[in-house]
């Protein structure tokens, strides 16, 4: 990986990653950069947990990435345990530079450590851009996914 440097996610790290969730359409309306006390609490409650792996990218003392991995045994599957990729985002100067690949291959790794037998993400409908990214990394569209909205 060179000069980058994946680790778990750090309270200093909040702005930084909150900056990234808001950087989008998307995020922009779902975000709120002004007030970190929840996200702060988030990590609290993410850190507590050794299920979660909130992780960042980090090149030359600065976040440009991040994503959270989820661990979750089950009983589906012959018993077993899946992982699933979350809130991939790559800071804007970044883009295109390989770092995406970097993180999810670090999430498969970490997955296969962790000995999860399959990984599996979602993504918007909307970002198709992302789609093509991660076919190219093997992923498969082979379900369609639901939320509901609490």
Same mark, same amino acid.
């Given at each position: =990986?060179? #000069?980058?440097?994946?680790?778990?996610?750090?309270?200093?790290?909040?702005?930084?990653?909150?900056? =990234? %969730?808001?950087?989008?359409?998307?995020?922009? $309306?779902?975000?709120?950069?002004? #007030?970190?006390?929840?996200?702060?609490?988030?990590?609290?409650?993410?850190?507590? #947990?050794?299920? $979660?792996?909130?992780?960042?990218?980090? *090149?030359?003392?600065?976040?440009?990435?991040?994503?959270?991995?989820?661990?979750?045994?089950?009983?589906?599957?012959?018993?077993?345990?899946? /992982?699933?990729?979350?809130?991939?985002?790559?800071?804007? #100067?970044?883009?295109?530079?390989?770092?995406?690949?970097?993180?999810?291959?670090?999430?498969?790794?970490? /997955? *296969?450590?962790?000995?999860?037998? %399959?990984?599996?993400?979602?993504?918007?409908?909307?970002?198709?851009?992302?789609?093509?990214?991660?076919?190219?990394?093997? +992923?498969?569209? /082979?379900?369609?996914? +639901?939320?509901?909205?609490?």
């Amino acid at each position: =990986m060179g #000069d980058l440097e994946i680790r778990a996610a750090v309270a200093d790290d909040v702005p930084a990653i909150v900056a =990234m %969730l808001a950087d989008d359409p998307l995020g922009a $309306q779902r975000e709120s950069p002004d #007030d970190l006390t929840p996200y702060l609490a988030a990590l609290e409650r993410l850190s507590n #947990d050794p299920n $979660q792996h909130l992780v960042v990218a980090v *090149r030359e003392g600065r976040v440009v990435g991040t994503l959270q991995l989820t661990v979750i045994p089950g009983l589906s599957r012959r018993g077993s345990t899946r /992982s699933i990729i979350e809130a991939v985002r790559i800071h804007a #100067d970044e883009r295109g530079s390989g770092l995406g690949t970097q993180l999810i291959e670090w999430a498969i790794a970490e /997955s *296969r450590h962790q000995n999860c037998q %399959l990984v599996q993400l979602t993504s918007d409908s909307t970002r198709t851009d992302a789609h093509r990214f991660y076919e190219r990394l093997g +992923f498969t569209a /082979s379900h369609v996914g +639901f939320k509901l909205q609490l």
